[in-house]
């Protein structure tokens, strides 16, 4: 029987010196993208913390969202269950640890917009914190994620600050994709870790951005 170029015959063993014929098609081997993978940033960061942490590479973790617990029921003596419960104050910034010495707090965002992320992502709050930290010589910035073009940035906390002055004063409500790119400094996702993100704290520490 005649087959196409894109098929070609693979003979299949059996027991007893039975033999059968498959057909496959031929496929084309497509670049490996480590990053994304059904993940969110969230679970990507995290996921890179564990391995600078197995590693001794640096000791960071996300923040628990402190809360105020006002109701739980017990339908097990084993288990119990939260029914209710309150936010106990707004929270800062989403991650903080040591790298070499250094204080490192960050946040995190992610975006589908294509062009630009909104200011409203982030909080008055978050953006008093990070200059807290920065006026005690810690290592800020904001881990930004362009989901629909996979692509990561480490954006300077100084950055975003003086971005978010202006907009108060004004200025645009929104970081455009070419100010992100011009300001940050872009990472790639890879294996071991998923964000190599402290490649770029090994930058803001040396200046370098």
Known sequence: MFKSQEEHILTINFPKG????STT???????IIFGDRGMTLEQEINESNNYYRNHQLGVIYKKPTPIQIVKVDYPKRSRAVIKEAYFRQASTTDYNGVYRGYYIDFEAKETRHKTSIPLSNFHEHQITHLQQCLDQKGICF??????????????????LINFWQRAKQGG?????????TNKAIEIHAGYNPILPYLTACEQL???DK
Request: proline share 5%; charged share 20%; hydrophobic share 40%.
């Open 205 to 207: 520490i040396q200046g």
């Open 25 to 31: 098609a031929k496929t084309n081997k497509e670049p």
């Open 18 to 21: 039975q033999s059968r014929y």
């Open 172 to 180: 645009k409500k929104s970081m455009s994709l070419q100010f992100i």
């Open 142 to 159: 904001v881990i930004i994620k362009f989901v629909t073009l996979q692509r990561y940035f480490v954006l300077p906390a100084s950055d």
